[in-house]
């Protein structure tokens, strides 16, 4: 069995795009690349159109990059959310913070 995969793209300028699964197998991953790249770049849209599966440790993470964000007295912008994602984060009672 393969393990799921989870890259990080710059898709537009001000843009880091996110792609593969965003779930428990890859989150600890994604949280530690994707918080680099942000505080390296200085990005301030997460585009999530290329996120395949996520799960709650995918929520946790994009939860944790936005405050993460916060912390660094940034806004960071969440786009093109996945409807699995959203409904997830609707039945956790945390939808308005993507």
């Not at 409904?87 to 993507?98: D, F, P, T």
């Amino acid at each position: 069995m393969t393990q799921p995969s989870f890259s990080l793209t710059t898709t537009t300028p001000g843009s880091l795009g996110l792609s593969g699964a965003l779930t428990f197998a890859t989150a600890a991953g994604a949280l530690e690349t994707t918080r680099a790249e942000l505080d390296r770049s200085g990005q301030t849209t997460l585009d999530l159109g290329g996120v395949t599966h996520a799960d709650s440790a995918g929520l946790a993470t994009l939860l944790a990059l936005l405050a993460h964000a916060r912390t660094q007295g940034k806004t960071l912008t969440v786009t093109r959310t996945p409807e699995g994602l959203r409904a997830l984060a609707r039945v956790s009672g945390v939808e308005n913070l993507l």
